[in-house]
């Protein structure tokens, strides 16, 4: 693990006790997977400082599953271009900027990336605060050790360390991004090499455990889990146990959890917040009118063209009912041989929130083991508190 990480989680910054911070977030389309043209054009005109961003949140187009390397080559490019701007090695770069990706824009879903920025700022925070973001980075550890009890403990302290970056306390974070490092082929046999068993020995269900790792991790961190019942066992059986703030993929282009979390807090200014709702099934529309109405912003049966503006961010989580029913019917998307069903369960999900908000720039994400109710997943959005004048 680079020491850029160590250093980032076990000692933040000190800030001036006179400032306040502020994040903004914009929300940027590509044209494909390595396309960063968009925040290249902010950096140029000033209106992004490199210096300034901490995370970054990005749908790509690819298959979502362990061989989608669009996550990959987005990250890379990114990493290019902030190191330009800061004449910086872009591995020291991606060292403290968490990059979480999701491939796979199915159906209406339309790739795009969220930037999040945050700056000191002399200005009075209200008292309802403002959007907080805090971000760190877990160890590395060893293939045997992933989708094991470690992984969750190590996924814990993470997020730990992403509240204390943030200055939340934990019933203050409303979502909880996790990028999950998962087994390929070629882990499975160094492990197995050193003598060491893996959790297990099919890729495509090492990316399940991981993502189910991390979910319980970041539920123990808020307290939403009780640490007795943490154990290797529960992971994809335990499914009545789960996080309520948790959005965790997995992929082989980290090599340790990268965390991102976001609340609303005192201490922080800006116009802009952010709700969390659970959905109940994938036809829950109701958690969607709900979330949004948390931030004032009516929806049914859809956002106005005024209240689509003050929006800035959408992160969906969904799972194909494991079950093999949804409200009480059949579904088939576990058993097609020919389309994944994660695949089916994005552009399902991701059609119904964009005829909602009236735009396809959703993260939406599949495999929602333990984040959420079991068949069920969450919504969060962030916006501005006001219309535009």
């Not at 850029?4 to 590509?30: C, G, H, Q, W, Y």
């Not at 309520?244 to 005192?266: D, K, R, T, W």
Request: aromatic share 4%.
């Amino acid at each position: 693990m680079p020491d850029e990480k160590i250093a980032m989680n076990k000692a933040p910054a000190v800030r001036p006790a006179a400032s306040v911070r502020r994040t903004d977030v914009f929300r940027l389309s590509m044209a494909h997977p390595g396309d960063v043209s968009a925040l290249a054009t902010l950096l140029a005109g000033q209106a992004v400082k490199a210096e300034d961003v901490v995370a970054v949140i990005g749908k790509t187009e690819g298959n979502g599953g362990v061989n989608d390397f669009t996550r990959g080559y987005f990250t890379q490019s990114l990493m290019h271009l902030l190191g330009r701007s800061l004449r910086a090695d872009p591995a020291e770069i991606a060292a403290r900027v968490p990059c979480v990706l999701s491939g796979g824009t199915e159906g209406v879903l339309s790739p795009h990336y969220l930037v999040f920025t945050r700056t000191e700022t002399s200005d009075v925070a209200g008292p309802a605060g403002g959007l907080a973001v805090g971000r760190s980075f877990g160890t590395t550890l060893p293939a045997e050790a992933l989708g094991r009890v470690a992984q969750i403990e190590d996924v814990a302290e993470a997020v730990h360390a992403a509240l204390r970056d943030a200055g939340l306390q934990p019933a203050e974070a409303r979502f909880v991004q996790v990028k999950m490092p998962c087994l390929t082929t070629a882990r499975i046999d160094d492990a197995l090499a050193r003598g060491a068993e893996p959790v297990t020995r099919d890729p495509n269900r090492a990316m399940a455990l991981a993502r189910a790792a991390g979910a319980l991790g970041v539920a123990l961190a808020l307290g939403e889990v009780p640490r007795e019942r943490i154990t290797e066992a529960a992971l994809l059986h335990e499914l009545d146990l789960y996080s309520s703030h948790a959005s965790v993929s997995s992929g082989i282009e980290v090599g340790c959890a990268e965390v991102i979390v976001l609340g609303n807090a005192s201490g922080w200014t800006g116009q802009l917040a952010i709700a969390c709702r659970p959905m109940a099934d994938v036809l829950d529309i109701t958690a969607v009118h709900q979330v949004l109405a948390d931030l004032g912003i009516a929806s049914q049966p859809q956002v106005s063209d005024a209240d689509v503006r003050r929006i800035r961010g959408v992160l969906v989580k969904g799972e194909p009912d494991r079950r093999g029913r949804v409200r009480g019917h059949r579904h088939t998307m576990l058993e097609d041989t020919d389309i994944n069903a994660q695949r089916h369960l994005r552009g399902a999900l991701g059609g119904m929130v964009a005829a909602v908000l009236q735009d396809g720039r959703i993260f939406v994400s599949g495999g929602a083991e333990h984040q959420g109710p079991d068949g069920g997943g969450l919504i969060a959005a962030i916006a501005e508190k006001h219309a535009f004048a």
